[in-house]
């Protein structure tokens, strides 16, 4: 266990954000916090860095308690708040901005390694060394910021919402940059509330409604709690009744519809039963076109979640 989170509230003036939030975070894991705007994920990122102080639980990470201590002897944190205008120092260059990131370092040989380091990461930030932030476009920005994290070469890179603003290819380039993070060793714990970005890069969710944690555990965990039958579907090029017969005759079959050649195949196990479904619809004579399994998806677990805790709290 790196970090854990253990009934952390946390109050802004009379205003609960944070409401007994529990989590762990392992090692070389990629956690996702998402939720809806205003659900608290900023609060939570900004609790565990030190800029808020939970008003109750506790925090410890990399085995301390790290409640009351400042930021600035949170050794081993990388922090990028990307909505909050991604902090970087407008006035300096490149260079500067990163060797910033290094402040928990000692030594101008280590500083040297981790320019070397951010630069083979970014060749754009090396194109760019010399140029003010300022200067910079916005998803040069943020890959400053995001470099920038990376400088001190952290435990943990606390990432807020770190695909905001890109464009597609610059999505796909911090998703990338996030795995190989891991692959060397850190732990990324991120917000989003993409949550197809999500899917493609995280092992473990929270999810978090009105400051209140309703779920945390792996993906795949996550995506089982939904309830609800999943389907199948199947085109044929000729649908005939003993097709639906022998398809219904399958013991994880809860229903068959059809509509002109097309067989929708509901089922309420988790295990992938498109080869029993494909031998049945063979023996009975028919050929198939195409077949697609339609799962239940992180978003589909988001809306059930976030729409019970909505009926469970009046809102």
Known sequence: MLLELRDVDVHYGKIQALKSISMIIKERTIVCLIGANGAGKSTVLGTI??????????????????????????????????PEGRRIFTDLTVQENLNMGSYTRKGK????????????LFPILLERKNQRGGSLSGGEQQMLALARGLMASPKILLLDEPSLGLDPVGMVEVRE????AVKEGMTVFLSSHLLFE??????????????????SDTIQNV?????????????????????????????FVTDVKTD?????????????????????????????????????????????????????TGG
Not at 274 to 283: C, E, I, K, L
Request: proline fraction near 3%; charge should be positive; include cysteine.
């Open 49 to 82: 860095s030190g800029l808020n102080r939970p008003t109750k639980g506790e925090i410890w990470f990399d085995s301390r308690r790290i409640n009351r201590l400042p930021i600035d002897v949170r050794v081993g944190m990388g922090i990028v708040h990307v």
């Open 109 to 120: 040989q280590l500083v040297k390694e981790d320019l070397e380091k951010v630069f083979k």
């Open 177 to 180: 940059l996030i795995k190989n």
């Open 198 to 215: 999500v899917q493609q890069v995280c092992s473990h969710v929270t999810i978090i409604n009105k400051g209140v944690a309703l779920v």
């Open 223 to 251: 995506e089982q709690k939904i309830k609800g039958p999943m389907a199948i579907q199947v085109e044929v090029t000729k649908l005939t009744r003993s097709i639906v017969e022998d398809l219904r005759k399958l013991s």
């Open 260 to 312: 002109g050649n097309r067989i929708d195949v509901y089922f309420e196990t988790k295990d992938d039963v498109r080869p029993q479904v494909s031998q049945a619809v063979t023996n009975a004579g028919g050929t198939i076109v195409s077949m697609n399994m339609n799962k239940h998806s992180l978003e589909d677990v988001f809306v059930q979640l976030v729409g019970k805790a909505g009926e469970t």
